[in-house]
């Protein structure tokens, strides 16, 4: 793939938000780009949502998901009514009531390779021609070194997905910094990389009309990351604190632009995507990934849930 224009040639492409937790809602303006050049697109994202919203560490499986469609092993199609067994809502079935139609759910409870076959067999039996994934703010460009660097395994396995599968396919990042996980000088650095291996495919940003599709779509959605790109669009720029003051984002206005990578030179740089292929089931992964001094999302979902089941004093 040499440029994003190659995209526009497609008549339908898979467009998925590959981060979990609200993903979905930046993939939006790619979706719409897309198709204003008369591309079909199917919208999606994947089956996590980290604690607290959800109570339970890690991804879910399609063994625990009622109400939807299972087209293939990895992927599925929710609609408003989608929802686990024990209540847990994905922001795809709000996207999906929302839009009044279906989305694309993605199970990202496996290995990367069980992941890459099934997304292949839906295209297939979607007559998808190609996949974008999209990430917000900044980690799935991350190498694994960066200090602030706090989700990787999800974002790590869309990019192994984009990087292995058997289809055309591009990475995008959207709400450049907004999850404050690199600082906005590792961005920089990192994109930098993969500018100078010819890993930059172009970049689109949004416009008003799109900004005011997202703030109505945002205002039954719960998201951070997503949410701040509107706010950035509407002049709220500079340092923000997120995530119950955990974690500061820096806004500019890059972070109203999505950038679109080629995922193969950045798999090349990324110790993630390594420890993500490496490894033979999910769980492993997260093996790997503290085997190199890497912690995880899940991590941080673990200490949440032992705080909240701790007795207070």
């Not at 991804?59 to 009514?81: A, H, L, Y």
Request: glycine residues 10%.
């Amino acid at each position: 793939m040499n440029s994003l224009e190659n995209f526009f040639d497609y008549d339908s492409v898979l467009v998925f938000g590959i981060g979990g937790s609200g993903d979905i809602a930046g993939s939006i303006p790619t979706a719409r780009l897309l198709e204003s050049h008369g591309v079909e697109v199917t919208l999606g994202g994947v089956s996590w949502e980290p604690v607290p919203y959800d109570t339970q560490v890690g991804p879910r499986g399609f063994d625990e998901i009622e109400n939807f469609t299972q087209v293939s092993s990895t992927v599925g199609m929710v609609n408003k009514d989608t929802i686990t067994y024990d209540g847990l809502r994905f922001k795809e079935a709000v996207v999906a009531e929302h839009y009044n139609t279906e989305v694309a759910l993605v199970d990202v409870s496996v290995a990367s390779d069980t992941l890459v076959d099934g997304i292949e067999s839906a295209c297939k039996k979607l007559n998808i021609d190609a996949v974008v994934g999209v990430d917000v703010g900044s980690d799935v460009l991350a190498q694994g070194h960066e200090d602030g660097l706090r989700s990787p395994v999800i974002d790590g396995l869309g990019l192994v997905v984009l990087t292995d599968i058997n289809v055309p396919s591009c990475l995008g990042l959207f709400g450049y910094g907004s999850d404050g996980e690199i600082s906005i000088s590792e961005l920089e650095s990192n994109i930098g990389e993969i500018a100078k291996n010819n890993g930059v495919l172009g970049a689109w940003g949004m416009t008003t009309q799109i900004r005011s599709e997202l703030s109505e779509l945002l205002e039954t959605l719960e998201t951070t990351a997503s949410r701040l790109p509107v706010e950035a669009a509407q002049g709220k720029l500079g340092e923000r604190l997120i995530r119950d003051g955990e974690v500061t984002a820096y806004l500019t206005p890059s972070s109203i632009v999505t950038f679109y990578f080629d995922p193969e030179v950045v798999d090349e740089k990324s110790l993630v995507a390594s420890c993500i292929r490496q490894a033979d089931s999910f769980d492993n992964i997260e093996t790997n990934l503290h085997n190199q001094n890497i912690s995880t999302e899940f991590d941080i979902e673990r200490s949440r849930l032992s705080c909240t089941d701790s007795p207070s004093n």
